[in-house]
């Protein structure tokens, strides 16, 4: 974990996976900086040297912090992944995807996240006055993105999956939940899944993130380690959530529907 501050000093780089949710002990082309002052910080992440986000973060001053609330904001502000004190967090951000050159302006504020633009390479805006849509092909799936904008805000978002005729929506009205809550299910997970002795004894901890779908029916499926290079570890923890109980699906206008997750999993040292 990185709980310092460095304000006052040259700004930080920290290494990272591809997807920015693990860091690395070595030199990856993935990589953070962190230019930190008293009030917050300005933040730039380089995917092989391009710039991908850019971002002025007020109200955070250690790296830790910083990478949970970027964190949150990168993986759609999903509310597994929120923390109390981000409530009093404000940030503007400019995030690049970098596979098919879509420039994202928009802003964090009043513990409410807004689209004021969406640009793509050709330099076509696609948000007049807060409102409007934006449809493309996730370049490494056979999948196609679809999202609404209103005032601001996602009003819709789904994908849709043609090879499992199936619709993922990331936009309901409840997100998809194990029963018994979130809290339970992860202290499931804690017990059941080994973690490796050697990274016990050299004192390591650990976060992990696994995606995958949980279905109309609740059913749990589509596994898939969130990082370029994963491990036996992920593939035992993966192992383990496939034999577990399914969930509550999400729903959207009163009927179940079908969603993606991303499921962060920190084993920690006693």
Same mark, same amino acid.
């Given at each position: 974990?990185?709980?310092?501050?460095?304000?006052?000093?040259?700004?930080?780089?920290?290494?990272?996976?591809?997807?920015?949710?693990?860091?690395?002990?070595?030199?990856?082309?993935?990589?953070?900086?962190?230019?930190?002052?008293?009030?917050?910080?300005?933040?730039?992440?380089?995917?092989?040297?391009?710039?991908?986000?850019?971002?002025?973060?007020?109200?955070?001053?250690?790296?830790?912090?910083?990478?949970?609330?970027?964190?949150?904001?990168?993986?759609?502000?999903?509310?597994?992944?929120?923390?109390?004190?981000?409530?009093?967090?404000?940030?503007?951000?400019?995030?690049?995807?970098?596979?098919?050159?879509?420039?994202?302006?928009?802003?964090?504020?009043?513990?409410?996240?807004?689209?004021?633009?969406?640009?793509?390479?050709?330099?076509?805006?696609?948000?007049?006055?807060?409102?409007? !849509?934006?449809?493309?092909?996730?370049?490494?799936?056979?999948?196609?993105?679809?999202? %609404?904008?209103?005032?601001?805000?996602?009003?819709?978002?789904?994908?849709?999956?043609?090879?499992?005729? !199936?619709?993922?929506?990331?936009?309901?009205?409840?997100?998809?939940?194990?029963?018994?809550?979130?809290?339970?299910?992860?202290?499931?997970?804690?017990?059941? %899944?080994?973690?490796?002795?050697?990274?016990?004894?050299?004192?390591?901890?650990?976060?992990?993130?696994?995606?995958?779908? %949980?279905?109309?029916?609740?059913?749990?499926?589509?596994?898939?380690?969130?990082?370029?290079?994963?491990?036996?570890?992920?593939?035992?923890?993966?192992?383990?959530?496939?034999?577990?109980?399914?969930?509550?699906?999400?729903?959207?206008?009163?009927?179940?529907?079908?969603?993606?997750?991303?499921?962060?999993?920190?084993?920690?040292?006693?």
């Amino acid at each position: 974990m990185c709980h310092y501050n460095v304000y006052g000093q040259d700004p930080v780089k920290v290494y990272f996976e591809e997807s920015f949710q693990i860091v690395e002990n070595k030199p990856t082309s993935y990589y953070r900086l962190y230019d930190i002052n008293k009030s917050g910080a300005s933040i730039k992440d380089y995917s092989e040297n391009i710039i991908e986000l850019e971002a002025r973060i007020n109200g955070l001053t250690d790296v830790d912090s910083l990478n949970k609330f970027i964190w949150f904001i990168r993986n759609g502000q999903n509310k597994m992944n929120f923390e109390e004190y981000f409530k009093y967090v404000t940030g503007e951000f400019s995030l690049t995807d970098t596979k098919n050159k879509t420039v994202y302006q928009t802003e964090f504020k009043n513990n409410e996240y807004k689209y004021l633009q969406i640009t793509d390479a050709d330099g076509k805006n696609y948000l007049t006055d807060g409102n409007g !849509d934006y449809n493309y092909k996730i370049s490494n799936r056979n999948e196609y993105f679809h999202r %609404v904008f209103k005032d601001y805000k996602v009003h819709e978002s789904f994908i849709l999956v043609p090879s499992q005729q !199936d619709t993922l929506y990331s936009k309901v009205d409840k997100f998809a939940m194990p029963y018994g809550g979130y809290q339970k299910f992860y202290s499931k997970i804690i017990k059941t %899944v080994k973690y490796p002795v050697l990274k016990q004894l050299a004192g390591q901890e650990e976060r992990i993130y696994i995606q995958f779908t %949980v279905d109309k029916t609740g059913t749990l499926k589509d596994f898939e380690a969130m990082t370029e290079t994963p491990s036996r570890f992920h593939s035992k923890t993966i192992k383990k959530l496939a034999k577990l109980n399914p969930w509550k699906p999400a729903e959207l206008e009163g009927r179940p529907v079908s969603s993606r997750f991303i499921l962060p999993v920190t084993f920690k040292l006693n």
